[in-house]
């Protein structure tokens, strides 16, 4: 760990000040970002600790939800519109990590969680990610955790996390203030990006931005699943997840959100699958079928080839049980 | 005075079972216990010390070559740096189990990526840490396509072979055969203490606070390390925060900081990080195994062979021992072992919880399975058929077996159907629900161990010696025997452990510390006996001792009295003796489970799993409980979760954390029954005990392996079998 300077400030505008120092990281409950500042993975001169601003409120807004940057993510799985109208983001969230860490991880921490690749951890070996221009270490070695979505020649790493699934399916906004004060809100979709040729940028923050909240629209009818795959059964990561949002009309699908973790460098939404199945008669043949749109494009890595079809079976398993399909 | 006992032959007095008291067998909370919730209870890294300065490893970023040089003063300058040790007696690997001298020591010749060179010494453990990220060294390393990684990939040589008839034949001639090669990956021990050390240097002697499994032969590997005569140096391990193989032998941490302390003539103390736990000391060796069963028409084996090809390190003695239990488990006249070692750049591979049967057991009896199936047997009736009369190789008799037991009353416990078998019977909702069964054996090792017992004044006891309680229950085991056969409460006994100060034990390994140790208190607390009984008057048989009393010839004194100020302090000697080779000895079980295989997702889950054992004489039943549950953990983590991932291009571990190496957690383990069946062998010790720490591991993974066949139809050759390679081998609805 290298020496670094601590500060606490307690105005929001104070943090996004010294948050403008491309040097300067924020800290929320520590969890991801303190291990690998142990590691030297992450090198910050500054943190400037955000516990101190007043972000951790969960309320209405408008017939949506508001869920502060600090919330932890126990208190969020726990509030009870969250667990009536929003179950999916109650459940991905449970099915992430241990009690012991949903009690110190909050929101924005969880979105702007760095990927679990081994050679993006261990500084010994090369990677895009961590040092631009050092190599992949990942495309020739053990490439178990990783993409077959929008994966890129300098980095095939995936995004981790299962909040931020279950956010994408439920169409949720990411509120950013910048360092100029200005309070914008984009769609979490699209708030991680694609490793591309700048994998060292996970996401849209530039220096400065600090997240405030995250907004989550009016509750939709339906079914709501969140389904995660690995060997462990806990304190694990997905393998593949998926999350589910399916309205059943009069024995035919209607409205579908479906959204993929575990696949890519961000959370993975296609809305092809959705359009392919909205309207349809629940049938394992349509699920192949969409299973096909999703995957199209898909491509192993060598030691991740089987994402392919545990992916595909995994959006049956979700699609069968959002549909009462009886198999 | 001291006694001495070598076991030459069976003991077949059962003398525990004469004592008044009932100490020994019962289920005794650990009196460690409270100590160890309460946080009491130091480990290595925690003993206060003053003025102590901290090290930090330096490792190898590159798997072979050498460091030409390193710049001590790209850190002299730094925040709290005290030095760089850079010494020829720094240890490159750790020491394997029992080697009593010291491990390879040339830390600048590199031979694994993560290899420790030198030592980095600060006033606080972040600089020291932030130094030794900084350390600017020079190296050439050997150009890493020419360094062979994969042990498949080069000339293996042969380390242990036993040919007996013509297996070839016998697989020609059999009624029914299988013929099937299997793949385990790498274990790492994954104790939950990391390896650390505290070393203090007076001028002339060395004290070492360490977290060590063997003190007795640590001293001498850590001396030999040093160029130190022994008798300068004493080890300290009091407590253990876990072993399970990876603390045998004296690792890198313990030398490089008794190199420090001496040269800074100040305390050092070092821990290593999680990833250098995973990365530094210990692996077990990953596997291809083959196994050649031949049976006649009725499942007797006529003819066994198992074959593996395992990896080391050039220079490393040990080679994992996978076909240890085939030797003795199963008839066959027309046999053939071989265990072949391929020599790469991995880490060192070594002893990690029940090295041999661990692994070697779990394919057995997964090729066992399928030897059931060809013949339409009950897999359980299959083992029954195959019970030898004497060991199947040397013609040894047994000692006492439990095995037949063990499979009958498991079954019996488990409500396991002895009908014909097929798998996909039966499905709950997305869950294909299947049982499978397995064999256990461990065979029994002993060591020499020395105990000194002395009654005190007050009519206490203490008891001492170095050897470790590593989390498996020495201090209770202990205490029960001494209180036993000394006729006081437990509650006066005091077992002062892990100090080489103490007589010599055997040390905490290889399942041999309950029955070697807790036989050299037995010895030492027969020649107090018969101090007291000289004191009475009256033969040390008819001498009866309980609640601190006392009786013989008609007469009743305190204990306190006849020990007297001075008290009656004798020291005990259990040596292996003729009866180890008289006998083919081994603990043996067998495993009972339930799993459930989403048909979808390929997960597998352990529904619930039983164990029946016979391991001789149960010493305690909570602690011999406790250990047996561990171990059917680990057949959990083998079958289903733990592989240790190394890189194709520099061999190095990439899983070195325990967020992605997966030992199961308590979500993977489910409810878990534990069946001890009584026994008494009389071979195996003086009392009458046997191994019990890792018999719990030895085969369970096969009866899961054999569960998820039965349930899903999918026949797996790998280990852990994960939701990728389950979904791989399931047939398709
Ligand atoms: C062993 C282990 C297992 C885990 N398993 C899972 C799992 O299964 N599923 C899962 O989803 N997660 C898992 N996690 C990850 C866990 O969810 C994250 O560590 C946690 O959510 C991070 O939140 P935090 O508040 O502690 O973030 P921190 O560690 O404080 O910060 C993480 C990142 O977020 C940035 N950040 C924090 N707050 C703000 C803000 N307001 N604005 C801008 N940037 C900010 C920080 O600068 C840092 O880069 C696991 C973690 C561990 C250690
Ligand atoms: S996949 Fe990405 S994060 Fe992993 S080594 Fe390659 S560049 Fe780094």
């Known amino acids: 760990m290298k020496p670094f300077a601590y500060l606490r400030p307690d105005s929001l505008t104070h943090a996004s000040q010294l948050t403008e120092e491309p040097s300067a990281i924020p800290i929320a409950g520590g969890t991801n970002l303190l291990d690998l500042m142990k590691l030297q993975v992450e090198t910050p001169e500054s943190l400037i600790d955000v516990n101190k601003l007043s972000l951790s409120e ?82 020739d070695g053990i490439a178990r955790l990783h993409a077959i979505l929008g994966a890129s020649s300098q980095c095939i790493a995936t995004y981790p996390g299962d909040m931020a699934v279950a956010m994408a399916a439920l169409g949720a906004e990411v509120e950013i203030m910048n360092a100029g004060g200005e309070t914008t809100r984009v769609p979490l979709e699209d708030f991680h990006r694609l490793p591309g040729d700048t994998p060292e940028k996970d996401n849209i923050l530039e220096s400065g931005d600090i997240i405030t909240g995250v907004i989550l629209p009016a509750p939709v009818k339906g079914v709501q699943l969140y389904r995660k795959v690995r060997e462990r059964s806990s304190y694990a990561f997905a393998l593949c997840s998926v999350a589910a949002i399916v309205n059943m009309e009069e024995g035919r699908i209607g409205d579908i959100a479906l959204a993929f973790g575990g696949l890519a460098h961000k959370p993975w939404r296609d809305k092809r699958v959705e359009e392919a199945l909205k309207g349809t008669e629940p049938s394992l043949k349509g699920f192949d079928e969409a299973a096909e749109i999703l995957l199209e494009d898909a491509q192993g890595y060598g030691e991740n080839d089987f994402k392919i079809p545990l992916t595909r079976r995994t959006l049956k398993a979700v699609l069968c049980e959002a549909t009462g399909m009886d198999t | 005075m001291s006694k001495t006992l070598e076991m030459n032959e069976p003991d077949t007095r059962n003398r525990l079972d004469d004592m008044a008291g009932r100490n020994v067998g019962a289920p005794m909370d650990r009196p460690d216990g409270p100590a160890k919730v309460a946080g009491a209870a130091p480990y290595a890294a925690e003993y206060v010390i003053d003025n102590v300065a901290e090290g930090v490893l330096v490792t190898a970023p590159f798997a072979r070559g050498t460091i030409t040089s390193i710049d001590e003063r790209s850190i002299t300058g730094m925040d709290g740096v005290i030095a760089v040790i850079s010494d020829e007696r720094l240890t ?161 941490e313990t030398v490089a900081a008794s190199i420090a302390a001496m040269k800074l003539g100040r305390p050092v103390r070092v821990v290593m990080s999680r990833q250098q736990v995973f990365q530094t000391v210990m692996r077990r060796s990953e596997t291809k195994q083959r196994l050649r069963l ?49 020599r790469i750049h991995r880490m060192t591979a070594g002893s990690v919880r029940a090295p041999g049967e661990a692994v070697g057991m779990q394919t057995l009896e997964a090729a066992m399975d399928e030897l059931a199936e060809k013949l339409e047997l009950d897999p359980v009736e299959l083992r029954l058929r195959n019970i030898p009369d004497e060991h199947p190789a040397s013609g040894l008799p047994y000692s006492s077996r439990k095995m037949e037991e063990a499979l009958k009353q498991g079954a019996e416990a488990f409500g396991w159907h002895s009908g014909p078998r097929k798998p996909r019977q039966k499905r709950e909702g997305e869950w294909w629900i299947g049982t499978g069964m397995a064999t256990a054996a461990r065979i029994h090792n002993v060591g020499e161990a020395e105990a000194r017992v002395t009654l005190n004044g007050d009519g206490t006891v203490l008891v001492e010696t170095d050897m470790t309680d590593i989390g498996t229950g020495t201090y209770s085991i202990l205490t029960q025997i001494a209180a036993d056969m000394l006729g006081v409460e437990p509650a006066k006994v005091l077992v002062d452990l892990g100090d080489t100060n103490h007589p010599r034990g055997p040390g905490s390994g290889g399942s041999w510390g309950a029955a070697s140790s807790g036989s050299s208190v037995f010895i030492a607390c027969e020649a107090v006996r018969k101090a007291i009984a000289e004191k009475l008057g009256v033969e040390e048989a008819d001498l009866e001792l309980s609640g601190g009393t006392a009786k013989g010839g008609g007469q009743e004194k305190l204990l306190s009295e006849l020990a007297g100020n ?89 899983n070195c954390d325990l967020a992605e190496y997966h030992v199961p957690v308590h979500r993977d383990v489910p409810h878990l029954d534990v069946l001890m069946i009584e026994e008494r062998d009389p071979a195996a010790s003086p009392i009458q005990a046997k191994g019990v720490g890792e018999l719990g591991i030895c085969g369970g993974a096969g009866a899961i392996a054999n569960a998820i066949y039965n349930a899903c139809g999918a026949r797996l050759y790998e280990f852990p079998m994960t939701p990728d390679r389950i979904i791989a081998a399931m047939p398709e609805d």
């Open chain 2, 92 to 252: 490159a690997r750790p020491a394997q189990g029992t080697a009593n001298e010291t491990p390879v020591q040339t830390p600048l010749s590199i031979a694994y990526f993560g290899q420790p060179f030198a030592l980095v010494v600060a006033e606080t453990f972040e600089q020291a840490r932030n130094a030794a990220k900084a350390l600017k060294f020079d190296y050439s390393a050997d150009d890493p396509s020419e360094i062979p990684f994969d042990p498949e990939a080069v000339e293996a040589e042969e380390n242990d072979a036993t040919r007996q008839g013509d297996l070839d034949k016998a697989m020609a001639d059999a009624a029914h055969s299988v013929d099937i090669t299997y793949y385990t990956e790498g274990h790492a021990s994954a104790a939950m203490e990391p390896h650390a050390a505290i070393a203090e240097w007076d001028g002339e002697r060395l004290t070492v606070h360490a977290s060590l499994q063997m003190p007795n032969y640590n001293i001498t590997e850590l001396a030999d390390s040093l160029n130190l005569e022994e008798d300068n140096i004493r080890i300290l391990s009091r407590y253990v925060g876990g072993g399970f193989g990876s603390k045998l032998g004296v690792s890198q």
């Open chain 2, 566 to 654: 001075e008290g009656i302090a004798k020291t005990g000697t259990f040596k292996p003796g003729d009866a180890q080779d008289d006998y083919a000895m081994a603990s043996y079980g067998a495993f009972f489970s339930e799993v459930a295989v989403n048909r979808w997702t390929g997960e597998a889950r352990v529904r619930r799993m039983l164990g029946a054992f016979g391991f001789g004489r149960v010493l305690n039943a909570k602690t011999a409980r406790s250990q047996c549950i561990g171990g059917m953990t680990w057949c959990i983590g083998a079958a289903l979760t733990e592989s240790l991932l190394f890189d194709p291009v520099d061999g190095h571990v990439v």
């Open chain 2, 294 to 342: 031949a049976a006649d028409k009725d499942g007797r084996l006529t003819g066994f062979g198992h074959e593996a090809l395992v990896s080391n390190l050039p220079e490393e003695d040990f080679a994992e021992p996978v076909t240890q239990a085939s030797a003795f488990l199963y008839p066959g006249k027309d046999r053939e072992l071989l265990i072949e070692v391929a």
């Open chain 1, 58 to 139: 969960i309320g209405d807004e408008g017939e949506g939800l508001r869920i502060g940057a600090l919330a932890t993510n126990t208190a969020t799985a726990a509030h009870p519109r969250v667990r009536s109208d929003y179950p999916v983001l109650a459940r991905a969230i449970l099915a992430g990590a241990t009690q012991q860490l949903r009690n110190k991880a909050t929101t924005a921490g969880n979105l702007c969680q760095r990927t679990r690749c081994y050679y993006f951890t261990n500084i010994d070996q090369p990677c895009n990610k961590r040092e631009p221009g050092s190599g992949c270490g990942a495309l």
